[in-house]
């Protein structure tokens, strides 16, 4: 809606998937960063709790 | 048209192989039982956990099978990811199935039907569970072997000597060999320890392979970016290609996805957390609540694991329409074909880097959860069903063997072994014939006090019937007409007429509603033919189940997990 605001022009299913498809490759990629900070303190502590026995 | 592979690429896949898997190789000290080498002594935090189940999960074949869909269906299967997204979050966010699944301090589906069913219900479900799971991962490697012989254009080995003698070596098959004995290895040693930390170094890799390789599909001058693919899409795929309710009907051949199609795949992920793989990871969370915000987290990586290897299948189909090759090309090769010609030297070794990460990481997980169940649901139970219960270490040996004779068979019937193309469609419908069954169980199990061994039993065989009667009716055509295979041929008979009528999705939709229908009728009956009036029911929730609860689980060492 916000598209055919601006531009004047009809909402279409093509710019529904667009925004779709970059909203997956933006989601993907952006949590990919958060899950390998993230991930590494984590496989860390795994290691600590497996040593100490759980 | 294709670009060479050069040694910067392998130069690159060489050292990703050896950081990949290293590391899996050392962790063998941290494995003092069955605990730790099945679900690594449930000690999982949130970030490690989403890593490992969605590098587990984001397979090779995953990418070459969404990467077709891609091609053949446009946009309009875009719908898929929008569906995972959906259905996964919401099983995040309510702790739908996984939180009283972890709750329950069980570590396989099966065990928790032996808990709250009875033992006859845990072999019926490890029998369906490890038959539906075991026969779809025999066919992993040839559809990968095939991206990989795509994107490098490797050319075969021979050996000769001056005598005249020769022998010619399948190269990729060489490769794909030594890769599984490789995952083979270091899963024996470490168990779910060395797949965790592996996964995790993969999910990285694997990541970074594709979005360098999302970024060049987007932007690559020859499709014409998304503008291009679109217009190609409206040329190419009129009207299906972007309305996945749509689909079109050319004699036996239907373009496009439709209705039943969707409806089956919302029931399909909502139910696909009960696969054991992913199972293993709700098991090895640290807590119930761990486990939620994991799928919730996964939610987000699944909408995105769906449509960028999607993407990369519709680029495809815009590439080749622009050259005038689409009917030239198979739809599973399209992908690949595509990014041998597209991307530069250096990007090709990432992306087989990535690749293959997401193949090791799927062998890994596999081969830890269907040796896991063959352990702790058939063998595990049939021994203590004859008075003999198998001790810890007994197990942990045990479930190693198993590793060794699926790595066996993967390298056998997965790769050596030429597959028919009908027994696609027969992998296909194995995987609902396990998932309406198992997310009966296990929803009625948590939620419906008045659930019992009959509905359990009834619950399990109404939930395949479907895809027995698929497979059963698409056999005997096969031998009565065997001309079915052929597209524009006319079936005579009843059978294999039947044969035609039964589609995938038909037969995946209505799998769920038999599988309920099974769980409630048989109940009623049960409880009716026990006592002769309706009871109570034995339970409701993991307490009165006799499952146990956090407060309980917490006094449960690692050791005493079965």
Redesign the interface.
Known sequence: MILSQVSGDAFT??DF??Y??Y???F???G??V??????????W???R???S?? | MLAAFTGYDWLIVVAYIIIGTLPGFLLRK?IRGQ??FLV????????????TL?ATEMGLITVMYFAQLGFLNG??V?AV??IALVTTLFVGLTGFLVGGFRESGVTTFAEYYERRYGRGVRLLGGLILATAGILNYGVFLRVEADFVRLLTNVPELTLSSASGWSWQIPSVNLVMSILVVLVLGYTLLGGM?SV??TD?IQ??VL?AG??VT?YLVLTEPTTGG?AGI?AAIAEHRPGYG??PFESVSQGRVVLGLGTVWVLWQCLHWTASSCWQTQAFRTAAA?SARTARAMWS?TA??F??????PM?WGVAAMAYFARRGMLHEVKDIEAMPRYMAAILPAGVSGLLLAGMLAALMSTHSGYLLAWSGVLTEDLLGSVARWCGRPLGDRVRLWITRFFILCLGAYLLVFGLWYQVKSSVWNFLAVTGTMYFAGAATLLGFGLYWRRANIGGAFAGLVAGAAPGLLYLATHITSLILEPQITDKSYQPVGWIPRLSDYLSEAWVGLISYPLGVLGMVVGSLLYERIRTGRPSTGPAHGPEQAGLATPEAEAAV??EDIE
């Open positions: 299913l093509t998937w667009t779709v498809m909203a997956a490759v989601g993907y990629f949590l990919g958060i899950i390998t900070i993230g991930g590494w303190f984590d496989l502590k795994m290691l709790r497996l040593s026995g759980g | 941290y605990g730790e690594a002594g449930r000690t999982l935090s949130v970030f490690l956990a989403t890593a969605t946009f309009s875009f990811g929008v320890v965790v930390v995790y999910f990285i990541t594709m979005a999302t998304t679109a972007m309305n640290d987290f987000v990586n909408f995105g694991r769906a449509i960028i993407l060492t690692p």
